[in-house]
């Protein structure tokens, strides 16, 4: 076997160690940080709502409510909310929290700037997964010898 063949068998070997690391690894952990991000994304998005649906019940003085609650599988039925006064919170893990309306939108705004911290941490993340994708992409381009574009 001549230097050559040798020297293009290493380098299509280090090739294939490099594209392997990016699909077993570095894409697996893209899509996982794009899809934890994305479920920040939906809590902080009902967070929202909540604080809305919250500060228009206080500005209309709702004090009690009729509404269709689904009981499952899409079952709907009739519920009355004698006193609005308190409301429970999903606080997470299963467990939920009896909070007057000011108690919610204190915990709310906790809660969402703890969010928008976590969403940031998940964008630089993932902006650093991108960099190494493109610095592996970049090494392969010069084992391979193509020039840049």
Known sequence: MSMAAL????????????????????????????????????????FLDLKRNIENLEKNGVTSMRSMVNIGSEVYMQAEVPDMRHIFVDIGLGFHVEFTWQEALQFISVRE?????????????????????????????????????
């Open 7 to 46: 020297e293009a068998r290493l380098r299509q070997e280090k090739v294939k160690k490099f594209e392997d690391f990016v699909d077993r690894r570095l894409k697996p952990d893209l899509v996982n940080a794009i899809a934890q991000r994305d479920n920040l994304f939906q809590q902080q998005k009902t």
């Open 113 to 149: 700037a703890r969010l928008a911290r976590q969403i940031d941490e998940y964008t630089h993340l993932i902006a650093g997964i991108k960099a190494q994708i493109k610095m592996v992409c970049e090494g392969i381009r010069e084992l391979l010898q193509i020039p840049a574009e």
